[in-house]
Nanobody, 123 residues
Framework: QVQLVESGGGLVQTGGSLRLSCAASGRTYRSYVMGWFRQAPGKEREFVAAINWTGVRRYYADSVKGRFTISIDNAKNTVYLQMNSLKPGDTAAYYC????????????????WGQGTQVTVSS
């Protein structure tokens, strides 16, 4: 089992920044790719970014490239999502996930999920 706990969501104005954190634990979590997904009301869950535990490979959705940065702190067993230049369209519940062994951008490839943290961007 892998346990994931997100934090760092909140309310921010357009153009602002937030940093999300995902603390991972469990016996084999480092064998997984770590991903961030988001889901807005009435919409499907969508891929945001992913990273492997070496930090060498990083993947981003086109909609967040140049604005969001995913990173990893192995000493703290934590994955971060730095979100800059936030837009109202970024408003969603953000989820951390572990898995991604087949497709890093597909939610169906992930085995473990956190409880989610809400990000709201006001205009």
């Amino acid at each position: 089992q892998v346990q994931l706990v997100e934090s760092g969501g909140g309310l921010v104005q357009t153009g602002g920044s937030l940093r999300l954190s995902c603390a991972a634990s469990g016996r084999t979590y480092r064998s997984y790719v770590m991903g961030w997904f988001r889901q807005a009301p009435g919409k499907e869950r969508e891929f945001v970014a992913a990273i492997n535990w070496t930090g060498v490979r990083r993947y981003y959705a086109d909609s967040v490239k140049g604005r969001f940065t995913i990173s990893i702190d192995n000493a703290k067993n934590t994955v971060y999502l730095q979100m800059n230049s936030l837009k109202p369209g970024d408003t969603a519940a953000y989820y951390c996930a572990a898995g991604g062994r087949t497709r890093v951008d597909s939610s169906g490839s992930y085995d473990y999920w956190g409880q989610g943290t809400q990000v709201t961007v006001s205009s």
